[in-house]
């Protein structure tokens, strides 16, 4: 019988925002963010996944994401080496989940193959953006370098535009420019529920393309705590409206703009 094992990859539930500024609105189709390691904990790369007739292998972070159709749908994972595990998600509107899926039973060892592959779409459209030179970007290869340590560490040496505020364990980005600069209504606090939470104008936050926070009061603050350093193809920052681009452009895009790029095939 196999047995899988599923759990919070970044203990985290992220909401796309709705119903502030003219932002499109996605009906019907939510996100599925996940990761698959053995019963160790070890990320595993190359393992092939299918859900709703699409397919995709993960990363060497063993990370993979789909849009999908609100709904229940079947997944399945398979690598040569470990039985072929399958499972079920439960996909709603506008939502970004984040799961974990452990794949057992190892039977054999086989020496790893190293794949050079061509940029992806939304790796040239990053290379794009960093020939303007109009924000900060941190590339992969100076990511590989630091990707031991802390992802809080590397933000606030590689991010001028960026200062971190901590409470209660956490750490949320926020901008470094003067109150007299801001709209006093981007200030927020990180837990709106929170009364003793930081007050800051909170940087809105995208992985690959979609929107995980935007600071409209209506959703905690991104946890940088939550993320590692080795799951990410890039980094981009933007320090205000005025430099963001269009892509990125939003009513909360005064306080910054922070995209991440996970280490997909």
């Known amino acids: 019988m196999v047995l899988t094992q599923v759990i919070g990859i970044f203990g985290l539930s992220l909401a796309t925002a709705m119903g502030v500024g003219p932002l499109p609105a996605r009906a019907q189709v939510g996100s599925l963010l996940g990761r698959v390691t053995d019963l ?11 859900v709703v007739g699409l397919r995709t292998t993960t990363s060497d972070s063993g990370l ?3 849009n999908l159709p609100a709904g229940t749908h079947s997944i399945s994972f398979r690598r040569v080496g470990y039985a072929p595990v399958l499972d079920s998600i439960v996909v709603t509107d506008e939502s970004i989940i984040n799961r974990q899926f452990v794949l057992v ?3 054999t060892s ?11 779409p ?3 459209r990053f290379e794009d953006r960093k020939r303007t030179q109009h924000g900060t970007f941190i590339t992969y290869e ?6 031991g340590k802390p992802l809080r560490s590397v933000l606030a040496r590689k991010l001028p535009g960026v200062s971190f505020v901590t409470y209660r364990g956490a750490m949320y980005a926020t901008s470094r420019r003067g109150n007299s600069e801001i709209d006093p209504r981007m200030r927020i606090r990180a837990i709106p529920n929170d009364v003793r939470s930081p ?14 926070y935007a600071p409209d009061g209506s959703s905690n603050a991104l946890d940088v705590n939550d993320f590692q350093t080795r799951d990410f193809e890039a980094i981009e920052f933007y320090s205000g ?25």
């Open 40 to 50: 160790r904990g070890t990320p595993l790369g190359g393992v092939d996944v299918s």
């Open 64 to 66: 993979f994401r789909f």
């Open 105 to 107: 039973s190892p039977v």
């Open 110 to 120: 086989l020496e790893p193959v190293v794949v050079v592959r061509p940029l992806s």
């Open 122 to 124: 939304a790796m040239r």
């Open 142 to 147: 100076s990511l590989k370098q630091d990707q």
């Open 199 to 212: 007050q800051a104008c909170y940087v809105q936050v995208f992985l690959d393309g979609s929107r995980m």
């Open 241 to 265: 409206s005025a430099n963001t681009p269009p892509e990125f452009s939003s009513p909360w895009a005064q306080c910054g703009t922070l995209v991440f790029w996970t280490r997909l095939p």
